[in-house]
């Protein structure tokens, strides 16, 4: 039986509660959030500098690095 949305959490996450799901660091989620506009990401505050991602990104794949800087494995 499917849990009711309250159940789940919050729908909004903060950068640092994302990067404990993921094991990584909370610069790289921000850093995700500026290179892929496609995941859902709110600025929140007076400056806009606060963002909230939203919960499906636990649901997908991580991105993959936006530049070819990153070192191959």
Do not use: F, N, Y
Request: hydrophobic fraction near 40%; include cysteine; glycine fraction near 4%.
């Amino acid at each position: 039986m499917p849990q009711p949305p309250a159940a789940l959490g919050p729908e909004w996450l903060t950068c640092s509660q994302v990067a404990a799901e993921l094991q990584v660091s909370p610069r790289t989620v921000r850093r995700w959030a500026a290179t892929h506009p496609e995941l859902r990401v709110k600025r929140i505050g007076p400056t806009g500098t606060a963002i909230r991602v939203h919960r499906s990104i636990l649901d997908t794949e991580t991105p993959a690095p936006a530049s070819d800087d990153a070192p191959a494995i």
